[in-house]
């Protein structure tokens, strides 16, 4: 068969280095480089050019087992990572830093503070009420339901929970709050939040993302055309047509779409009312990454930075500003601190590098339950979809669904072969 990919991103990447063993495959991409989220930059510091990634950072062996083992085969460097946290309040005036939740208790700087206490209460509270709830699968109870129905304090809430899970998703509080329980349980066991014993396994990969990138892409970097934006897909009953921004068509056998849900539904010429249905549910957030060497959005003594770092700037908004400390996560050493912060407007001008305008899935019910009707548009109508929005957004999740298409496309083309013998 032929088929098209589109999208140059780490899922259509992965399913295009699978199915070239068995089929012609032609991948386009809109972008002039490959990696989609998964980006190392060149950023200029002094007299130095330094790459840094500023996507895709950390993984972890134990959960990511498909990733994991994709950079093994690949034989990409990996290094273990550092995953201290720092949890920074300024009203109440709080600090907790550590790289475990056992850790954290222990390093509270403001012991007579009230909201410390109840922070910690809850904190052991919550690790044992989710270990028995993370089999429920109730996405009608979100996370506010589950505080309301525990009786969480708002510290904790504000002070631990919410930061948390920002950081790791970039979601807003009201976001987070709604989130279906399944996902924000997701969310804290991939990430090893619950765990009150020291996190093992987490990774980042040496010279960053497009060290693994341009291994994956290097088998089949003659049928990767960069710089192809796709404007529409055509389905006909017996072949796909694939329309480009000022290029002529070209017709193939069948389509994987790598691109974001609502991209892949905006491309398709004639969606069904599945597609418009199950795409139409992932909506997207634009979220706005600061890179800069502005160490005030730091704890003052360096010796209490995490490698992710929080900071509740304003009780009143309960604003979460979050910080990754890229030089720690890529063993960079630099005169300043390399760092990465969203949801801050006061990186001071004079620190700041650049700033890069990302798209977040928002994680929702309606997500939740689109993911699960996958099966009803993947593989109609010689149509397939991968990427991270198929799980909690993250590599596992988007080489899962690689993997997921490429099975169904194996299947499928089986079928028609042997349909095509039985005529
Ligand atoms: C700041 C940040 C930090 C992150 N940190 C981590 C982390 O530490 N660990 C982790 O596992 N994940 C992390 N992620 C998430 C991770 O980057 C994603 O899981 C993953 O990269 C998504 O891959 P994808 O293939 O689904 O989509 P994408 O990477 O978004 O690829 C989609 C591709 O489709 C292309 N495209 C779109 N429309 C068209 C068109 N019309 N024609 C042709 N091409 C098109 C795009 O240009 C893009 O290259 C992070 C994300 C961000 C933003």
């Known amino acids: 068969m032929r088929v098209a990919i589109i999208g140059a991103g780490i899922s259509g990447i992965v399913a295009a280095r699978e ?10 991409e809109a972008a002039s480089r490959v990696g989609g989220d998964a980006r190392t930059s060149e950023i200029q510091i002094g007299n130095q050019v330094v790459p840094v990634d500023t996507g895709f950072l950390i993984f972890n062996e134990c959960r990511y087992p498909r990733f994991g083992s994709l950079l093994r085969e690949l034989g990409v460097a990996t290094r273990d990572a550092d995953v201290s946290l720092t949890i920074q309040s300024d009203k109440p005036n709080l600090l907790f830093r550590g790289t475990t939740l056992r850790d954290l208790l222990r390093s509270g700087r403001n012991f007579t503070s009230p909201a410390f206490y109840a922070t910690f209460r809850d904190l052991l509270r919550f690790a044992r009420h989710a ?5 429920v699968e109730n996405v009608e109870f979100s996370l506010e339901d589950f505080i309301s129905l525990k009786r969480y304090s708002p510290a904790f809430v504000d002070l631990y929970l919410v930061p948390m899970l ?28 619950l765990q009150l014993t020291e996190p093992t396994g987490w990774k980042t990969v040496i010279g960053g993302a497009r060290a693994y990138m341009s291994k994956l892409t290097a088998p089949i970097e003659g049928f990767v055309h960069r710089n192809h934006c796709v404007v529409a897909i055509s389905r006909a009953p017996d072949h796909v047509l694939i329309k480009f921004q000022d290029r002529p068509s070209q017709r193939f056998d069948a389509v994987v779409l790598g691109t974001h849900a609502d991209q892949a539904l905006s491309l398709l010429a004639d969606p069904t009312r ?7 549910a992932f909506q997207y957030r634009a979220r706005v990454g600061v890179l800069h060497t502005d160490r005030a959005l730091l704890p003052t003594d360096a010796s209490l930075w995490g490698s992710w770092n929080y900071r509740l700037t304003d009780a009143g908004t309960r604003t979460v500003a979050f910080t ?44 939740y339950l689109a993911q699960r009707s ?50």
């Open 131 to 135: 270990k028995h709830f993370s089999a």
């Open 274 to 280: 599945p597609e418009r249905r199950i795409l139409g």
């Open 166 to 193: 920002a950081g790791v998703s970039q979601m807003t509080r009201e976001e987070i709050l709604q989130l279906p329980l399944p996902y924000a349980f997701a969310f804290l066991n991939t990430h090893g939040l």
């Open 324 to 367: 990754y400390n890229l030089s720690r996560l890529n063993g960079l050493t630099l005169p300043e601190p390399l760092l990465l912060t969203f949801n801050s407007p006061s990186v001071s001008p004079e620190h700041l590098l650049q700033t890069f305008d990302y798209q977040r899935v928002v994680l929702d019910r309606r997500s």
């Open 19 to 28: 199915l070239c063993a068995e089929h012609e495959v032609a991948v386009f």
């Open 374 to 423: 996958r099966s009803q548009i993947n593989g109609v109508r010689r149509t397939y979809f991968c990427g991270a929005y198929w799980g909690n957004g993250f590599h596992e999740d988007a080489v899962a669904s690689a993997h997921a298409v490429v099975d169904l496309v194996r299947q499928d083309n089986a079928l028609r072969i042997a349909e095509t013998c039985g005529k």
